[in-house]
Each structure stands twice: as structure tokens, then as C-alpha cells.
């Protein structure tokens, strides 16, 4: 079943806890090259047949309304897998 | 992008040059003011702080006025306990062997609407990092929340946002939610009220006071690294009223992190115990433009920043964004030269991030550097303290003879006459969305961590316990009716003042200071200003007639949608003392077989509440009559009557009147109970509408052993309260009835029931 993948990130304005509790564990475990860490998520919206332009459309729609909270987050990639 | 710097030499050679005063939120003559003040144009970082600093929300340019009678009509019995005043982050009161404890209250609106969950969450944070300013560790959090009508479909979006956010940073923070309020109404629609409190304790000698004033002394940052959030918040999100077309314009809000909040606690007691700092503020609204002001300012000093060296999360930041952002969970302290060494190792063994900006200087004024350009060069007093200050134009709102004159009597409002008409409607009243069970709210706050909580929801009060060997503590109530403010702001906001007192009263502890958080319209409508000068003159003169001070506060104007107003929501904090906890008094009935009596006076007083708003859907007449000589009174016979241990419970009457009163009672502790209304009816002559729903003040169920019934009446009738027994408790658990003579027999189950699912069905 093909899937479109909507990706989201925290707005690169705002601070990100969770990266931030991350690069500092990260930091502590000897991994000095990762300066910093930002921590988004993936979403997968199982289609089934073929995902049409039309279907792209309401995920582009459903990822910015309703999937992320466009006050802090952004939608940074829309693309369809297998 | 090359960043091109407007120093001061730059403002002082291009005079000529347009400056965006509008879109920051000045007013011509401001920025004229402005230019006089600095015999310059100022530099684009000088615009900025002056805009964020003589904004609404930080400058209180229209209510300055209105509120400095908080600090006039006092007696010097009333600033007794007064440690810290008003002006300070927040008012500290003395309450007895050494300990001191300061609390206040705080909105956070704007942001709340535009981003619930952060909006809330960084609320919290905010009145805790004012808290924590004072020296004190903070104890326990409140929150009043108003939100929009239960039935519109936006409502659910903004209620689920704000309770997890305060749920979600203050269980993190590890401090007890221990009590609020959550009203809707529709006019809080577009514009809903988050107001936080918190409350903080330390010893006498800890006390911290946020002012730079020994030259020499290091100004160091240290906590969260300086990001783009929030920039302009304060003056843009506070100051500015939604559009019509709602949440499209959506600034930067501020992210909390919970967890750097609880190391800057910690980190910060530390320092304090250490002795390494000499002043201390946190950054909230207005960031490092009111930190670096307000401490140069209230120290009589200056201050010489360099702006380079702010640790940032975002190396692009402007010098402008740098001093607007409102990135949480940062501190500045002040710390003379010979304890930087100590300071540092306290702050590193917490793993927070410092850097030292620069010195307190001899001269009054603030000098920031961005390298090796000067961007500001001010007095800091202009900018802290001296900003305008407006005498805005009152008028009296024609609309409220009307809406006065028509009354649950005018307006001929069906009292219902059949027992089976008025059960029904005691079930409608107490099922209500505003006076059902919110549970399903604060259950997902923690109220006992800490292990210090002696009462929370639903109980009259919040009480906590401050010293873990004498059982010393505080107890803490808040309160603010809309619909009695709309009918008359003067008695709106002393019957707040008047409710959180008795709340306090209630749960055994003697009241002792206030704090208020003044939620109103726009200020430049003149009828609102009307409403908050009558409001601040009835919260004044309450306070000096009940003789307990305004210790500090805030207010929140622009609560609107369009032209709309909200009703004005002054939100009252009473503060009390009660020297051991293990002597509280709980809201519900514990023993069968107890006394059940009525203290104070019932008048048929149904304007304005529950009974006329969820039965009739009504809003009209005038609010309860207040008497706070007899609301003194009645304070001071329930902490006798405390110190003996007469009272099993004391629950108080308010909102729903003697109805909702008893239901809670019962469901309190499952202990049911036969009441009878006659001699009541009789004595005061009222119906059985008036009797159930009057919202009459000055009155609380208390419930009393047996064994002391004669001594209880007794000092009744040797301090001049009213007191009838209007009933027995009687029966426990699930089966147990209340039984009202000549009304119905309610099984507890029948009223828990519909009482405790209106919350979870609306929302759950």
C-alpha cells in the first residue's frame, strides 16, 4: 500500500526541549560533532491504489490544519512512498 | 544577510530617518516623548525597548492611576504582616515564626488563545519565576480560567490546550495544583482568561529584591539560551486585540521547557543560600529590555551591557530581537566581583548556562553595546519607570440602567411552585457546565506532590503547609464573578474580595493579604475604563474595610473580540494563615449524626445568578447586596470557632447558593443528610426558590458534633451571627439520601451522577 509521508519540524524560531534534552545526552556520551539536535515528526498516511494528485492535495491540506499546530510547527516535506 | 547597525552615533547623524514607531505599538506623542527624553532619534534597540517597556501589559500607562489607591487606602494595622509591597515581582507577607511567603497573580491571555498548550504552560512558568525573584521557593500553583461557551466547537480546541498545558508544566515542575476556578460564558468566546498564581515561601532573611545598585557589581544571564520566541510578544500579543477574522495572524509564541524551569529553581536556591547574589530578576515579558531597565532602575544605578555576549540558540538574531525575545526560562543576577567564582560553581554543578554581560555602573544610565557599536544609551528610569501614564476617558455606559432596572423580578422570571419542578431544577443548577464537577480538569494536575498539601479542589481553599515541624501553612482562594461585574463592577469586584475571603475563612485560616489580577476590555473605551475605575475603587475599598492590603497584581486589558468586551473579570486572591494545618476545616460533611447549620442572613437575591442564567438564561437586576463588616465577623467566628475544633466542615455559599452548597457537601465525603427549609423560609422570608438559588453573601454551611453544639451556638450568639439548624447529616455511601423536607429525597448516586459527567461528556 503506497504512503504519503508527511514530515514535520518545530519552527526553527522556537526552542525544541526534546532536541535540546537530546543533544545534551548525546553531548554527555562523548558525541561533540552533533552540535545540535532538532527533533520533528514523521507522519505516514496509508493510501490505498494509486495516490493521486488529488489525494497529495488533501494530505498538503490535512498536514497543515489538522496533522501540525502551525504556531510552532512546520510541514517541511510531502512525499509518497512505495 | 549583512546586519547593518543603528548606533547611536548612526541615530544621532540621521535624524531624519523614518522609524516604524507605529507598528511597534507607540503613539505619536510617545516616540515624540521619546526624542525628547534622548535629545536624539533613538537607535532601532532603543525604539524596540521603549515600545515593548511603555506598552500596556508592562507599563500600566492607563491603570497606573486606579491603582495606586491599593497603596493608599491602607492603616498601618493592614500593612502589619506587609513585608514587600506593590512594585516588587511580587508581594511578600510575614506570616509568623520566621517564615514569609509571597504569592501573586498573573494572566496570560493573548498567548493562550493563539497557542493554548505553550500559552498556558508558559504562564505557569512566568508567575513562578516571579516567585522564585523574591527569594522564595515556590509551593504551589493556582489557575482562574475562563473560557467560551461549552457549546462551540472552538471551545474544545482552547479548554484542551490550556489544561494540559498548566497540567503539563507545573506536574513537571513538581508543584501541587491546589485549587482555581473554570467558568464559560460566551464572552470570553474569542478572548479566554488564563490567570496563574503561584505562591513561594522563605525565612524573613532570604527575601530577594530585584535592583543593581553597588558599581562594579557583574550583571551575568544565566538559563535558557536566547532564542527568536516570542519577540514582540508582550507588546504585539498583550497589547493588541485579535482580528476579526481570529487566529490568523500568528506571532512567535514562546516554548516552555518545564525541566530548565525545576534546575533554575534549584540552581537559583542554591545561589541564594550561597549569599552570591546581590539582586535577582527573571526575564518574562519584555526580556532583556525590562530585566536590564527595571534592575538599573530600582537600584538608582547603571548598567554597561555587551550585547555579544548572550548565548543564543539562533546566531542570527538581531541586537533589536536579542532584547525583545522572550525566551524562557532565563534569569539575570547581579553579583558583586569577589563572589563570581562562587557563583560560577553553583551554576555549573547545575549544568546552567552563564554568561556575564557586563557591570553596574555609577551614572543612571544604560549603556548597551552590539561589539564595538553603542545601540543604547538611556536613563533607565524612563524606560522602566517613568513611562506616560494616561488618564483615559471614563464614561458612564447608558446600557447598564437598563440592563439594572430589569431584574428576575422586573423581567417576571417563572419560579417554579411543584417540589418535582423545584428537584428538577436543583439537579439543571448543580449539572450545569459552571457548577458541575471539574474534576475531570484538576485530576490531571498533581495537587499533593511535595507532600505539603493539606487541602485542595474541591475544597473551599487551597492549603499547604509551610513549616514541616510547626504545621504552620497558607491557604489560598480566588475568586471573580463576570456576571456580577457586568450587573455593577464596584460590587462585582468587592463581592470577589468578599467570596475568596470566606473561602479562606472557611477552611480555617485567618485572611491576611491580596493579590488580584484585573482582566477588562479596552482601555480606550471609555465605558470599560469606567468599569475598571469602579472596580478598583470597590477591590480598595473592600481591602481597607476588611483590613487586609493588596500586596501586588496585574491587569489584563484588550480582553475582547471586535468591539466586543468581555465582562469585567476582576480576579480577587485571598491569602490566609492558619498556625497549624492539621486544624483545617474540610468543605464536606464527615460524621452522621451532626448538626447542620446555616450562619448569616438569606435574602431573595437571584439577580445575576446561577439559578437566572441556567434556568432562564437571564442576566439583569443588581448583584447580591455586600456586607464586609459581616463578612468580618463571620471570618473571625469561623477561626474561633477553628481554634476550639468545633467545626467538622465549613463550606461556603456562593454561585448556586444554598443548593449547590449542600449537594457538595454530601458528595465531598459520600455523608448524606435530612435538611429542612421551613424555619429558614420562615425567618427570612423567602420562597423555596430563594431559599435553594439566593446567592445572599456573608453565609456558610458548617456542619458540628454533637458534644459541642451549645458551645458552638453559643459563640454564634455572642458574636452577633445568624445562625439556624436547618438539618442532620445522616447516612453514608452510595445509598445515602438528602433528604430536603417538602422537596425531594435525592439518592447521592442520582445527584454524583449527572453532577460529575457534564465535564467529561463536553469534553472527555
Known amino acids: ?82 | 544577510m549583512t546586519y547593518e547597525v543603528d548606533s547611536t552615533a548612526v541615530a544621532a547623524s540621521t535624524p531624519e530617518k523614518k522609524q516604524p514607531w507605529k507598528e511597534l505599538g507607540l503613539k505619536k506623542d510617545e516616540y515624540e516623548r521619546i526624542v525628547e527624553i534622548l535629545g536624539r532619534r533613538p537607535t532601532s534597540a532603543e525604539l524596540a525597548m521603549y515600545s515593548v517597556m511603555w506598552s500596556e501589559h508592562c507599563s500600566y500607562k492607563s491603570s497606573k492611576i486606579y491603582l495606586r489607591q491599593f497603596g493608599e487606602k491602607v492603616t498601618d494595622e493592614m500593612k502589619k504582616h506587609l513585608m514587600v509591597g506593590m512594585g516588587e515581582n511580587a508581594g511578600v507577607v510575614d506570616i509568623g515564626e520566621g517564615w514569609a511567603v509571597t504569592f501573586k497573580v498573573e494572566s496570560h491571555n493573548h498567548p493562550s488563545y493563539i497557542e493554548p498548550f505553550q500559552g498556558a504552560a508558559t504562564g505557569v512558568g512566568g508567575i513562578v519565576r516571579d516567585i522564585l525573584t523574591m527569594g522564595a521557593r515556590p509551593i504551589a500553583v493556582m489557575d482562574q480560567l475562563r473560557f467560551g461557551a461549552v457549546e462551540h466547537p472552538d471551545t474544545a480546541r482552547v479548554v484542551h490546550g490550556v489544561v494540559n498545558g498548566i497540567g503539563f508544566y507545573g506536574n513537571c515542575l513538581g508543584l501541587p495544583n491546589i485549587g482555581g476556578e473554570t467558568v464559560f460564558d460566551k464572552v470570553y468566546q474569542g478572548n479566554p482568561l488564563v490567570n496563574a498564581l503561584s505562591v513561594g515561601a522563605m525565612k524573613h532573611a532570604d527575601i530577594k529584591l530585584a535592583k543593581a545598585s553597588n558599581p562594579g557589581d557583574l550583571v551575568i544571564l544565566f538559563g535558557a539560551r536566547t532564542g527568536a520566541d516570542g519577540i514582540g510578544g508582550v507588546s504585539v500579543l498583550a497589547s493588541e486585540t485579535f482580528d476579526a477574522d481570529g487566529p490568523s495572524r500568528r506571532p512567535a509564541v514562546q516554548v516552555g521547557d518545564p525541566f530548565a524551569e525545576k534546575v533554575l529553581i534549584e540552581c537559583c536556591l542554591e545561589l541564594y543560600a550561597a549569599d552570591v547574589v546581590a539582586g535577582i530578576q527573571d526575564l518574562g515579558g519584555a526580556g532583556l529590555s525590562c530585566a536590564t531597565s527595571e534592575l538599573a532602575s530600582n537600584g538608582n544605578a547603571g548598567m554597561r551591557v555587551q550585547l555579544k555576549d548572550v548565548l543564543l540558540r539562533d546566531e542570527s538574531l538581531t541586537p533589536e530581537e536579542i532584547l525583545m525575545s522572550e525566551s524562557q526560562e532565563r534569569m539575570m543576577a547581579i553579583v558583586p566581583p569577589k563572589k563570581l567564582k562562587a557563583f560560577m560553581a553553583i551554576v555549573d554543578k547545575w549544568e546552567v548556562e552563564t554568561s556575564v554581560l557586563g557591570e553596574v555602573i555609577d551614572e543612571p544610565r544604560l549603556y548597551i553595546m552590539w561589539g564595538e557599536d553603542e545601540i543604547v544609551n538611556v536613563p533607565p528610569r524612563t524606560v522602566a519607570h517613568d513611562g506616560p501614564v494616561y488618564e483615559r476617558p471614563v464614561k458612564y455606559p447608558k446600557w447598564i440602567d437598563e440592563l439594572n432596572a430589569n431584574g428576575v423580578i422586573a423581567a417576571g422570571l417563572r419560579r417554579a411552585e411543584v417540589a418535582s419542578d423545584l428537584a428538577a431544577e436543583l439537579v439543571q443548577v448543580i449539572s450545569s457546565p459552571n457548577q458541575a464537577s471539574k474534576s475531570w480538569i484538576t485530576d490531571q494536575y498533581d495537587h499533593y506532590v511535595g507532600g505539603n498539601t493539606a487541602l485542595a479542589m474541591p475544597d473551599d481553599s487551597g492549603m499547604v503547609r509551610v513549616s514541616e515541624t510547626s504545621g504552620l501553612g497558607v491557604a489560598l482562594a480566588t475568586d471573580a464573578n463576570g456576571r456580577y461585574g457586568q450587573l455593577d463592577p464596584y460590587a462585582g469586584a468587592q463581592l470577589a474580595l468578599a467570596e475568596a475571603y470566606r473561602n479562606v475563612a472557611a477552611s480555617g485560616a485567618a485572611p491576611l493579604a491580596v493579590t488580584n489580577c484585573l482582566n477588562f476590555g479596552s482601555p480606550e473605551n471609555p465605558e470599560v475604563m469606567w468599569q475598571f475605575k469602579q472596580a478598583t475603587a470597590g477591590l480598595a475599598d473592600g481591602c481597607l474595610a476588611l483590613g487586609i492590603p493588596v500586596t501586588g497584581g496585574n491587569v489584563s486589558f484588550y480582553n475582547q473580540t471586535g468591539d466586543v468586551a468581555i465582562h469585567p473579570t476582576p480576579v480577587v486572591g485571598v491569602l490566609g494563615v492558619i498556625d497549624d494545618v492539621a486544624r483545617r476545616v474540610p468543605s464536606g460533611w464527615q460524621d452522621e449524626g451532626n448538626n447542620i447549620y446555616l450562619l448569616g442572613v438569606t435574602r431573595d437575591e437571584l439577580d445575576g445568578s446561577v439559578w437566572s442564567e441556567v434556568i432562564h438564561d437571564h442576566l439583569g437586576g443588581k448583584p447580591p447586596v455586600v456586607d464586609l463588616a459581616e463578612e468580618k465577623k463571620l471570618a473571625d467566628l469561623l477561626h474561633g470557632a477553628t481554634l476550639q475544633g468545633l467545626l467538622a466542615s465549613a463550606h461556603d455559599l456562593s454561585e448556586g447558593g444554598l443548593a449547590q452548597t449542600m449537594v457538595e457537601s454530601c458528595l465531598r465525603f459520600n455523608v448524606g443528610a435530612r435538611i429542612w427549609l421551613g424555619e429558614l423560609q420562615e425567618r427570612d422570608n423567602l420562597d423555596t426558590t430563594a431559599a435553594l438559588f439566593s446567592e445572599s453573601t456573608a453565609r456558610v454551611l458548617v456542619s458540628v458534633g454533637r458534644e459541642d453544639d451549645v458551645k458552638f451556638v453559643g459563640l454564634c450568639e455572642a458574636r452577633g451571627v445568624s445562625v439556624l439548624r436547618i438539618g442532620v447529616t445522616d447516612g453514608r455511601g452510595d445509598d445515602a439520601l438528602l433528604q430536603v423536607k417538602d422537596l425531594a429525597d435525592f439518592s447521592l448516586q442520582d445527584l454524583r451522577e449527572p453532577w460529575a459527567a457534564t465535564i467529561p461528556d463536553l469534553f472527555g
Open chain 1, 1 to 82: 500500500m503506497p504512503k504519503i509521508i508527511v514530515e514535520v519540524m518545530p519552527k526553527a524560531d522556537l526552542l525544541d526541549p526534546q532536541g535540546k534534552a537530546v543533544a545534551n545526552a548525546l553531548h554527555r556520551s562523548g558525541n561533540e560533532r552533533f552540535e545540535n539536535v532538532r527533533i520533528g515528526k514523521r507522519i505516514e498516511l496509508h493510501v490505498s491504489g494509486e495516490v493521486t494528485e488529488a489525494d497529495l492535495a488533501q494530505a498538503k491540506l490535512v498536514a497543515e490544519s489538522f496533522l501540525s499546530n502551525g504556531v510552532i510547527e512546520d510541514v517541511v516535506n510531502i512525499h509518497v512512498e512505495g
